[in-house]
């Protein structure tokens, strides 16, 4: 296949623009990221990195600063005019870190300069012409010269008044919440446990207290409404602290003090051509569940293997309309978490806070968080309803859409145990196979795959002693009645899951997600 040539233009370069342009240097695409700031923010900002994120950041060589920087957290507890009425604990699949947002950058900005780029700062975007062969943008550079360049694809991950959105004339739809909130990392005194999250709710507003690796807390709380932007002081924050907390914390020593509105936004679309939105350009909401930074670096691994495909020549055009469909799903759903939650906490009418509290004491009772609400949070319950399936969506524990299960196997080709997810390549997709998967029409399957496109495709082999294997299974006189075959994307989200029967399924799926000149000789 003949590459475009042409780079992608990121724009933006904290967290999601870090990743998107890793994302695309780990596949051979080059990439320009330029960012109009002076360099990278110091403001701690994001702070909740939850497990699917995690696995990105170790994918790219972040798992020593994950390990140096992050600070497990414990719980989440939630009180009502000073009584505890729940609290929502965390397993090791669901367990988020604390991990500030100057070290995520510093751990993504080490990942794209060993991926071979960097962020051009103090470089501003000024205009877009985008046609449905290219997109040229002019550039503003350091010296205040203007050049304009050609690019094969723009990705707009400039933040919630993203320059790149409103240059498209993109609507970023939705409201904001009449309340301004207040935000301050501090030192205190007589603070609760420093490894959790505590949710104060009162008729007088809502207070977070939330503690930081180096020791330090974020408060996050809702300020009185005639409060000028200008005036947050430590004094204020401690007075707030003392009306809704449990008594006896003694702010000191801040390093931020700020007052910002909290929307609850998403952009009418996210594609238009080869002009694409990611991260807070794409949805803003709540910090409620701490899911912004974590949707727009998954945002970014979607996009960038399907650029990818395209870029190489492999791609369908079409595949870009699969990233706004399912980002904007996952986009969507955050939102309406976030603001649930947000609105959940500012309740004032007694008969909706009694309400609002029976509710939490009787889920946390019954755990019903744990089970259902943190796995969401944690990014393993995302599922694409776009991904195909045969007759039914689930087979042999493999669900169409869903993530490859991380159950415990061993890679042969490392001897190391580890999660299926984490075995299985992020650079291509993969055709996982079960160990009796041997009949015809799979064998058929696995030498039209190595025969047509065998740098797209890595075959591996799950054994019944838990074993993954590289290649295609033994031939076997008798296929078993449960043999499997899995077609497995580059972000670990299942394509296509069949009985080994009907393998030449997955031919067809490929077949869809590929050029139709590619996908008719398979």
């Not at 960012?35 to 990278?40: E, F, H, L, S, T």
């Not at 994120?53 to 009180?79: C, Q, T």
């Amino acid at each position: 296949m003949t590459p475009d040539g042409r780079p992608v233009l990121v724009v933006g370069g904290g967290p999601v623009g870090l990743a998107a342009a890793t994302e695309l240097l780990r596949r051979g695409v080059p990439v320009q990221c330029v960012d109009k700031a002076d360099g990278p923010s110091t403001l701690t900002k994001a702070l909740a990195v939850w497990p699917r994120a995690l696995e990105l950041f170790r994918r790219v060589g972040g798992a020593d600063e994950i390990r140096l920087h992050a600070k497990p957290f414990h719980s989440m507890n939630y009180y009502s005019e000073g009584r505890r009425v729940a609290q929502v604990g965390f397993t090791g699949r669901t367990r988020p870190v604390v991990l500030p947002q100057p070290e995520i950058e510093s751990l993504l900005t080490g990942a794209l300069s060993r991926a071979g780029g960097a962020v051009q700062w103090r470089t501003e975007l000024t205009a877009l012409d985008a046609t449905e062969d290219g997109v040229k943008a002019r550039l503003r550079l350091p010296n205040g010269a203007e050049v304009t360049e050609e690019f094969s694809f723009v990705i707009g991950c400039d933040g919630a008044s993203s320059t790149v959105r409103k240059l498209m004339g993109i609507e970023f739809e939705g409201a904001t919440y009449p309340a301004t909130f207040v935000v301050a990392d501090v030192g205190l005194t007589g603070a609760p446990r420093h490894d959790a999250s505590h949710f104060y709710c009162s008729a007088r507003g809502i207070l977070v207290i939330s503690g930081l690796p180096s020791g330090r807390y974020r408060v996050f709380t809702s300020a009185p409404p005639d409060l000028d932007g200008d005036s947050v002081s430590l004094e204020l924050v401690q007075r707030l602290v003392d009306e809704r907390g449990p008594g006896g914390v003694i702010l000191h020593s801040p390093t931020w003090l700020s007052a910002f509105s909290v929307h609850a936004r998403h952009a009418q679309h996210l594609r238009s051509g080869r002009v694409l939105l990611a991260g807070d350009s794409a949805h803003a909401h709540s910090p409620a569940g701490g899911q912004g930074l974590n949707t727009g670096v998954l945002d970014s691994q979607n996009l960038a293997w399907k650029i990818a495909l395209i870029w190489h020549g492999y791609g369908n055009s079409e595949l870009l309309d699969t990233y706004a469909t399912e980002r904007a799903e996952v986009a969507r759903a955050v939102v309406r978490q976030a603001d649930r939650q947000t609105r959940a906490w500012l309740l004032r009418k007694r008969a909706h806070v009694l309400a609002r509290d029976v509710l939490l004491r009787a889920a946390s009772t019954l755990r019903l968080p744990e089970l259902i609400f943190v796995p969401a949070l944690a990014g393993l319950r995302v599922r694409y309803r776009s991904a195909h399936g045969i007759g039914r969506r689930q087979f042999a524990g493999f669900r169409t859409g869903a993530l490859v299960p991380d159950r415990l196997i061993k890679d042969e080709s490392t001897g190391r145990a580890m999660t299926l997810r984490d075995a299985l390549t992020d650079l291509r997709f993969t055709l996982l196979l079960s160990h009796d998967a041997s009949g015809p029409e799979a064998t058929r399957l696995v030498a039209r795959l190595r025969a047509r496109v065998p740098d797209l495709v890595e075959l591996r082999t799950l054994g019944t002693d838990a074993v993954l294997r590289s290649g295609s299974p033994r031939p076997r006189h008798q296929p078993g009645r449960r043999s499997f075959v899995v077609l497995v994307r580059p972000d670990q989200h299942i394509a296509a899951v069949c009985d080994a029967s009907h393998a030449e399924h997955i031919i067809d799926v490929l077949a869809t997600l590929l050029r139709p000149a590619i996908g008719h000789e398979l």
